[in-house]
């Protein structure tokens, strides 16, 4: 694809056990996906797993969805989902033949949080927080499986508290001036899990959300 970034595995979170809070920082829902980097050219379009694997055949409406973006060069980094009738996404859910499938509540949706090239330019070294609002610009008026990653509360601990209170994967944590870096797993972005303790008090098991 001419004029855009070579393909490159995308920036990782590190991981920690506890919430934080931390200023300076934004706080955003953890999607339980195939995460995906996303390059548009024109009307050409190719969705490439963390690991460069060609999944474009496999989400055709995502890929429709965005060679319909205005834009005419984009990079966007995301997580294809899928979403139970909770609003609650669903990594197994995407596997074929998967029992649950008839949940369903959405068909494969991208949810994108990162924009790494948009229009002719490179975003890489431009902090999250001017990536974040061209991302939102060039989705503003985005049609089909197409979302923005949903930012919470600005505070740590009570973004925390949404993500129990709804069930969701995690919560990822990321300073709101840190530049991207390709193929990294970096602690300018933290990922904490959430751990559902199921059973009767004292004999549950707890499993990681997700």
């Given at each position: 694809?001419?004029?855009?970034p070579?393909?490159f595995r995308?920036?990782?979170a590190a991981?920690?056990k506890?919430p934080?809070?931390?200023p300076?920082?934004?706080?955003e829902?953890?999607?339980?996906?195939?995460?995906?980097?996303?390059?548009?050219?024109?009307?050409?379009?190719?969705?490439?797993?963390?690991?460069?694997?060609?999944?474009?055949?496999?989400?055709?409406?995502?890929?429709?969805?965005v060679a319909?973006?205005?834009?005419p060069?984009?990079?966007l980094?995301?997580?294809?989902?899928?979403f139970?009738?909770?609003?609650?996404?669903?990594?197994?859910?995407l596997?074929p033949?998967?029992?649950?499938?008839?949940?369903?509540?959405?068909?494969?949706?991208?949810?994108?949080?990162?924009?790494l090239f948009?229009?002719?330019?490179?975003l890489?070294?431009?902090?999250?927080?001017?990536r974040?609002a061209?991302?939102?610009?060039e989705?503003?008026r985005?049609?089909?499986?197409?979302?923005?990653a949903?930012?919470?509360d600005?505070?740590?601990l009570?973004a925390?508290?949404?993500v129990?209170?709804?069930?969701?994967?995690?919560?990822?944590?990321?300073d709101?001036a840190?530049?991207?870096?390709?193929?990294?797993?970096?602690?300018?972005?933290?990922?904490?899990?959430?751990?559902v303790?199921?059973?009767?008090?004292?004999?549950?098991?707890?499993?990681t959300?997700?």
């Amino acid at each position: 694809m001419a004029g855009l970034p070579k393909p490159f595995r995308p920036m990782l979170a590190a991981e920690v056990k506890r919430p934080f809070h931390k200023p300076g920082w934004v706080y955003e829902e953890k999607y339980d996906g195939y995460r995906a980097v996303v390059y548009k050219d024109g009307k050409s379009v190719r969705i490439l797993s963390r690991n460069l694997k060609d999944l474009t055949a496999q989400f055709p409406e995502v890929a429709a969805a965005v060679a319909r973006l205005r834009a005419p060069s984009l990079v966007l980094d995301g997580e294809i989902a899928v979403f139970d009738e909770r609003l609650v996404s669903h990594l197994g859910y995407l596997r074929p033949g998967h029992a649950n499938a008839g949940k369903l509540l959405t068909p494969p949706v991208l949810v994108a949080f990162d924009c790494l090239f948009a229009r002719g330019k490179e975003l890489f070294q431009e902090p999250l927080q001017r990536r974040r609002a061209r991302l939102e610009k060039e989705l503003a008026r985005a049609e089909g499986p197409l979302l923005v990653a949903r930012r919470l509360d600005a505070d740590g601990l009570q973004a925390w508290e949404e993500v129990k209170a709804h069930g969701w994967e995690g919560l990822i944590a990321k300073d709101a001036a840190s530049r991207y870096e390709p193929d990294t797993r970096t602690r300018s972005w933290i990922k904490v899990k959430y751990k559902v303790r199921v059973g009767w008090p004292g004999e549950g098991i707890e499993y990681t959300r997700g």
